[in-house]
């Protein structure tokens, strides 16, 4: 019995001893959990690309009569028009600074060309008797644009506008006279609009389209002892796929 008491009495004191030292022990304190993380893509930065793609010009000549003949057959005469079209590769390079959702770049673009048709042009349009054909060819264009885009995280919606350049070569082969021809280099505007979607931290792959407006031209074409002066007008449309780099921040994140 007394073996059995000794037992009680130091289990009890051990019991006693744990719950003191339970209550000596700090509170464990609150820590909330950490809040989702929103990734969010930065689109600023300078980038360098390729472009590949397609386009279309289309082209109407107009035959300025010389002084001899105006009285025969007036002063303009109408050759007709066609659309010139291939394809296009070439390359582009630009800034982008995004604040908030909005995106603001400037651009510079260079293509090579190979765009060209032509359409066959019968007696009433040619004074010298006979048919003709006027082909233009387009060799090469460059843009040179400013962009305003909004982003949804990594996809961006954009238009821009600017100052467009295009390489014209012209020929025409006159009924029982060699070819003319002439080139010329033509300034004139474009407008576009694209989207482009970043699917890696610098990589993005975009598709866009743009529209160039060119002033009337009045190319002389030499050849076989003729220089034929013509009135031509010109647009241009393009529609292009790109890839590119961006030297600039990875995505962040957004608490």
């Avoid at 009890?12 to 001893?17: D, I, P, Q, R, Y």
């Avoid at 673009?109 to 054909?133: H, Y």
């Avoid at 002892?225 to 241009?236: H, M, T, Y």
Wanted: proline fraction near 5%; charged fraction near 10%; charge should be neutral.
């Amino acid at each position: 019995m007394r073996k059995l008491l000794f037992v009680a009495a130091g289990a009890l004191a051990l019991g006693v001893s744990a719950s003191a030292s339970a209550a000596d022990l700090a509170a464990r304190p609150y820590t909330k959990a950490p809040p989702m993380v929103a990734p969010i893509y930065n689109w600023s930065g300078f980038y360098v690309g390729i472009n590949g793609g397609g386009g279309s010009s289309h082209n109407c000549w107009d035959f300025v009569t010389p002084a001899a003949l105006v009285a025969a057959v007036g002063p303009i005469v109408g050759e007709g028009c066609h659309n010139s079209t291939g394809g296009t590769v070439g390359g582009q390079v630009g800034y982008r600074w995004q604040s908030t959702n909005w995106v603001f770049g400037l651009e510079a673009q260079g293509n090579w060309a190979d765009f060209s048709g032509s359409n066959t042009t019968f007696i009433g349009g040619n004074p010298l008797g006979g048919g003709n054909v006027d082909t233009t060819k387009i060799d090469a264009f460059g843009l040179f644009t400013g962009q305003i885009g909004y982003a949804w995280n990594n996809v961006l919606a954009y238009v821009k506008g600017g100052a467009a350049v295009v390489d014209f070569k012209y020929s025409s082969f006159l009924a029982g006279f060699p070819i003319n021809t002439a080139t010329e280099t033509r300034w004139g505007g474009t407008v576009g609009a694209g989207v482009e979607v970043g699917f890696a931290p610098n990589w993005s792959v975009a598709f866009e389209y743009d529209h160039i407006f060119l002033d009337d031209s009045s190319p002389t074409l030499l050849g076989g002892g003729l220089a034929l002066p013509f009135r031509i007008r010109s647009d241009v449309d393009l529609g292009t796929a790109r890839l590119n780099y961006r030297f600039g921040g990875p995505i962040v994140a957004k608490y």
